[in-house]
Structures are given as structure tokens and as C-alpha cells.
């Protein structure tokens, strides 16, 4: 192909775009849609996942420990959970410890900070604490039992063991939930997309059939003659990968700080978009670009005779 | 050049040709003629693969038409120029750029389109028409484009369906000349038609067709049905 054919090739397949511009911006604007809902989902996707595995590594178990038992009873129970197997972290929170970090965490809030008032006066709400992470997800269930045994009773608060693999099981739910929504909203709209290009090129193939009649004639190859087509169809997906971008770029500067606060990972804010936004725009863009050329393909396979 | 051996196709139950054979020069200027629905149009049809016959072998140059592969149809087509009735230009282009269009599809270049269009349309007289729109021409004018057009691969048989039938007697005259001229530069012609006073005006061969059958082939023949 040489670059007069690449040209004329371009323009064609442009004047197609333009020849019928509403009819080709509703097109693209039904791909945007589609493209959107597929960054959205991806998105979703990743946050979840990624606060998932965050819960993951950080919220293991946590060990209360009764205001009679003394530091060494403490320390003693500390290397003894740290040597059974499976643990990976362990970390100790003083009494002040924790309220310190209750005060600094509510500062801003007068109010949580009345009630810790309130509480100070008949009881101590913060007691000695461990916290416990595992090599492994499945290690949780052995170490808990094994805090539970009566070896620690005494030194425990009631209730002084806290799994907090519910969370976790929690969002695990959340993570499919997302996940199988994701999953099915996009396959719907994929079919929308295909259907209303199919629809475009459809058209497009009509008004040009008296163009394309002559091109048989005067000795185009079928290559020649589908080309304009195919092209019609990646303008729309580049310009649909573009809107789309753009609203996604928008979209997480806006949001990625509270995203952030919301699922309690840090330092995501840069991240997020530098660590997520290029793959977005290469999946619309090649999301964008497949749909099209499959519609473009299955219409012209239909309504463009050679 | 061409040659119908023992062709036949039919249309469901209806037979458009029947075990023709004819042979055509290379150079030579033939006519065709007969009534409408004798089968003129599907010769044509058979010879640039727009249809494939039931049986019998069509060969151009010693190439078997009927046997050739679709992807290879659109170069046998840069070798064959047609015409036909209803002109088939297109109305969002100037007669150059129609007759460019051709030469665009096989991926001429441009400076090669800028020197051979003023060309050919020189050849069939519409030096002074070359940026008309079809709708500010004539019809015998309209047609002299296809007929340009037909040419811009300077191919080496130019086929004319009816090129004659939507035109008044003098616009059909200077299309007859016309092809006459591109004839007497060594391009083969095959006129189909059945206007009567054209063809024995002409004084060349003519081959008259009757339900799908050659009835006719004479020399300088007249149009005799």
C-alpha cells in the first residue's frame, strides 16, 4: 500500500464519520457509555481488591489483655504467640498508646472526645493490646485457637480475642459483588455497542452503495472497498477512548483523595491515577477498537456485497 | 482475445444463454444486438465475472473467467472497461474526479492521475467539461465520462452495455463515434444494443442473439431481426 492509497483510505473513512455526524455521535457516544462503565468496573475493581489485601496484611487479630496482667505476663505471652507458627507480626499497644492514637485520631471531633470523658470516669476503655498478622490468609483459624487455649485465659480480657477475618470476609463479598456486577453490566453493554455500531456501518454501507457498485466495476479489490468501513469504526472508538479518558481522569483527581480516607489506603492518591490510568486507556482503547471492527466486520459480511 | 466456448447459463428455469460460441479478435469493433432480454447483458456480465456461467469456458488472453478466483476479479476488471445504460457516475464528483476515481482504487498517484485524466478526457471530448458535475451535463455528455472512466486503466477490451439507450439519436451518434475512435487505437470493443439504425451504421461485425441463441454472425452485418 502506498501512501496515496493510505490517504485516500483516511479520508474516506472520515468522510464516512462525517457524512452522517449524528448518526456517527450517537455511535460513539453509545461506545463512551460502554467504555465508561467498563473503566468504572475495572476501577471498582482494583479498590476493592487492593483494600482487600490491604485488610489483608494489616488487620490480623487483635489480643486485649486484662488490666491484671502484669508486663512480664504480657511480654511472656507476646514471645510465646511469636514463636508458634504461621504468625508473621506482632505488635504491642500500651494503654496510653491507644489513647494517644484515639485523641490524635478525633481531634477534630469534640465529641468522640466528650465521650472519652464520660467513659474515664468509672472505667479504663483502653487496655494492653497485641496485634497479630499471619504468613498466611489460612494460618488465622490455628493461632486463634491457639490464643483461645486456656494457656492465656487468665491473662485476658473476656472476649479478648478479636478475628477480624470477618471484615475481611466481608470484603471478599463486596470484591465478587463487584466483580459479577462488573462483569454482567459489561457484557450488556458490549452488546448494546455492537448492535447500534452494526446499525451505523449498516447505514453507512447503504448510502455509499452506489459508490461502492462502481468501485466493483472500475476494479477496486474488496480490501480497497471494506477498508473505509473498518476506519469509520476506529474513529469512533478513538474518539470514544478520548471522552472516555478524559471523564476518567476527571472523575479520579476529583475523587481518588476520598476514595482514599473511605477505604483507609494511604498515599493512594498519585498512585491511583499514575498506577491505574495508562491501563485504562489502553483497554478502552483496545475494548473501543475491537468492538468496532467486530461490528463493522459482521455488518459488512451482511449488507456489503463483493 | 475472447472466446465463448459451448457457454451456457441459466437463471432458475430460465436460460439467458445457450451453448454459445463465439471467438472475438484482438482490435476488432463487435456488435451485439437483439431484443431485450436475448441475453446481451449476461455476456457482458460472464466477461468481467459478475457472473459465472453453468458450463462452458470463457477465455480472455487464455484465461478461463469462469474458472477465475474472486480475489482476483477486480485486476481482470482494470483490464476490461465497461459502460453501461444508466452511466452510474457519481454526483459529488466532477467529471475528472470521476474519471480519477478509477484510477484512485488502484492506487495510482496522484501526479499520474493529473497527467493521464486531461488525457483521456481530451480523447472523448470533454477537455472543456473537466470540472462539471454530472447534473450540469448532458446525457450523451455524462456517458462520454464513463466512457473515459472505462478507459483510465487503458484497458484492452471496452465493454458497452445499451451505452446508447437513455440518449437522443444525436448524443447516441457521437457515442458510437466515440467508440469508434477508441477502436481505431487498437482497443477491442464489444457494443452491446438494439438500436437498429446505429448498428448498420456502423459496418462492422454483428452478432445477433435470439433467446440465448446466436442466430447471426456476419461481417459488416446489419441488424436484421
Known amino acids: ?306 | 482475445m475472447i472466446k465463448f466456448d459451448k457457454v451456457t447459463k441459466a437463471y432458475g428455469k430460465i436460460a439467458a444463454l445457450k451453448d454459445i460460441s463465439i471467438g472475438i479478435q484482438k482490435g476488432e469493433f463487435l456488435s451485439v444486438v437483439g431484443q431485450s432480454g436475448a441475453g446481451k447483458s449476461t455476456l457482458i456480465k460472464l466477461i468481467i465475472g459478475e457472473e459465472r456461467p453453468d458450463s462452458g469456458r470463457i477465455l480472455i488472453d487464455d484465461i478461463d473467467v469462469a474458472k477465475i478466483r474472486s480475489s482476483d476479479i477486480p485486476y481482470l476488471r482494470r483490464k476490461i472497461g465497461v459502460v453501461f445504460q444508466d452511466i452510474k457516475l457519481l454526483p459529488s464528483r466532477t467529471a475528472f474526479e470521476n474519471v480519477a476515481f478509477a484510477l484512485e482504487v488502484s492506487g495510482e498517484k496522484e501526479s499520474k492521475i493529473k497527467t493521464e485524466v486531461p488525457k483521456i478526457l481530451e480523447l472523448v471530448g470533454l477537455s472543456d467539461k473537466t470540472d462539471a458535475f454530472p447534473n450540469e451535463m448532458s446525457g450523451g455528455e455524462k456517458q462520454r465520462v464513463a466512457i473515459a472512466r472505462a478507459l483510465a486503466h487503458k484497458p484492452v477490451l471496452l465493454l458497452a452495455d445499451e451505452p446508447t439507450g437513455n440518449l437522443d439519436s444525436i448524443n447516441a451518434w457521437e457515442i458510437i463515434q466515440v467508440l469508434l475512435k477508441i477502436n481505431s487505437k487498437g482497443t477491442t470493443v464489444v457494443l452491446a444494443t438494439h438500436a437498429k439504425d446505429l448498428v448498420n451504421s456502423i459496418k462492422k461485425r454483428v452478432v445477433t442473439i435470439e433467446k440465448g441463441q446466436v442466430v447471426y454472425d456476419q461481417e459488416k452485418g446489419k441488424y436484421v431481426l
Open chain 1, 1 to 306: 500500500m502506498n501512501f496515496s492509497t493510505f490517504n485516500r483510505l483516511i479520508r474516506s473513512g472520515s468522510t464516512n464519520f462525517l457524512r452522517n455526524l449524528g448518526v456517527s455521535l450517537s455511535a460513539t457516544a453509545i461506545m463512551v457509555v460502554t467504555l465508561f462503565i467498563i473503566s468504572t468496573v475495572l476501577v471498582l475493581y482494583a479498590l476493592t481488591d487492593l483494600s482487600l489485601n490491604n485488610a489483608r496484611d494489616r488487620v490480623g487479630i487483635s489480643v486485649y489483655f486484662s488490666d491484671s496482667a502484669s508486663t512480664e505476663e504480657i511480654g511472656s505471652a507476646r514471645e510465646q504467640i511469636q514463636a508458634y507458627p504461621g504468625v508473621r507480626s506482632i505488635t504491642f499497644t500500651s494503654k496510653e498508646q491507644a489513647r494517644d492514637r484515639y485523641i490524635e485520631r478525633n481531634k477534630n471531633r469534640p465529641r468522640a472526645l466528650e465521650a472519652l470523658k464520660e467513659l474515664d470516669r468509672d472505667t479504663d476503655p483502653f487496655p494492653n493490646s497485641l496485634a497479630i498478622t499471619a504468613d498466611e490468609f489460612s494460618n488465622y483459624e490455628s493461632i486463634v485457637n491457639y490464643i483461645k487455649s486456656d494457656r492465656f485465659k487468665s491473662y485476658l480480657l473476656e472476649d479478648g480475642v478479636r478475628d477480624n477475618r470477618k471484615i475481611i470476609d466481608r470484603l471478599s463479598r463486596l470484591t465478587d459483588v463487584v466483580r459479577q456486577l462488573g462483569i454482567a453490566l459489561t457484557v450488556v453493554f458490549i452488546a448494546v455497542t455492537i448492535m447500534v455500531m452494526f446499525n451505523t456501518i449498516r447505514l453507512t454501507i447503504y448510502n455509499r452503495r452506489e459508490e461502492v457498485e462502481i468501485m466493483r466495476l472500475v476494479g477496486a479489490t474488496n480490501w480497497y472497498i471494506r477498508m473505509p468501513f473498518i476506519i469509520e469504526s476506529i474513529i469512533y472508538a478513538l474518539l470514544a477512548t478520548f471522552i472516555t479518558s478524559l471523564a476518567m481522569l476527571l472523575l479520579l483527581s476529583l475523587t481518588s483523595s476520598r476514595i482514599e480516607t473511605f477505604l483507609d489506603l494511604k498515599n493512594l492518591g498519585g498512585n491511583l491515577i499514575r498506577g491505574i490510568f495508562p491501563y485504562l486507556v489502553v483497554i478502552n482503547l483496545f475494548t473501543g477498537i475491537a468492538l468496532g471492527v467486530i461490528a463493522s466486520t459482521i455488518a459488512m459480511r451482511r449488507y456489503l456485497k463483493i
